[in-house]
Structures are given as C-alpha cells and as structure tokens.
C-alpha cells in the first residue's frame, strides 16, 4: 500500500501540471484508476484470505489500463521522458508486487492435490 501510495503522490504532482487538453481527460481518467486502484487493494487488505483474490485481480487489471493510458499521455509529449519514467518503474514494481499476491492467494486457495 505503501508503494502504491508513493506512485499516486508522484503522479499527483504531474497531474497539476499537465496540459489543460489532457488534465481534464486523460489526466482525470488516470487520476480516477489510481483512486480504483488504491481502494481495490485497501479492500482485498482487510478481507479473509479467500475474498481478497477478486479485488486483487480489479486492482492489476486497472494498473494494466493505467500504463496505457500513461504510455498515450507520453506518446502525446503530455508527459516528459523523465517523468515517465519515474512513474513507470514504480508502477511495475507495484505490479509486480500485485501479480505476486495474486499467485500467492491463488495457490492458498487452490484445493489440496491429495484431497480429490
């Protein structure tokens, strides 16, 4: 959560100074997955082991649209090279970090092979 925090407050100090023409579009949008993101993540946090899989899998499916959208967003020359960059390796690293909950609790809640 941590991590995930970091990346947002980054992004947030981006986000002020994008152009108008994407601030309110694609800036929002991003704004908002980060948000989703976030809350996704605080949920599968206080749920019982079996529970937390769903939201683990909203939360990894909405960083892989984040990084698209930020990829358009450089793409544009809405975001410099730099900032990028920063941005991405901390978003890989969280997903990273997510895909390796993920495939935890997923062997967690896989039946015992013995139990057939």
């Excluded at 989703?36 to 993540?41: G, T």
């Amino acid at each position: 959560m941590e991590k995930l925090k970091g990346a947002y407050l980054l992004w947030y100090g981006y986000y002020q100074t994008l152009p108008k023409l994407h601030r309110h579009s694609l800036g929002q949008r991003i704004d908002t997955l980060f948000v989703e993101i976030i809350e996704a993540v605080a949920s599968a946090s206080f749920l019982v082991r079996e529970e937390k899989h769903p939201y683990i899998r909203l939360a990894i499916r909405k960083l892989d649209t984040l990084k698209v959208l930020l990829m358009v967003l450089w793409e544009t020359k809405s975001l410099d090279n730099k900032k990028y960059i920063a941005l991405s390796i901390k978003i890989d690293e969280i997903g990273r970090m997510l895909g390796g909950w993920s495939g935890q609790l997923q062997k967690q809640n896989s039946p015992a092979k013995g139990e057939e």
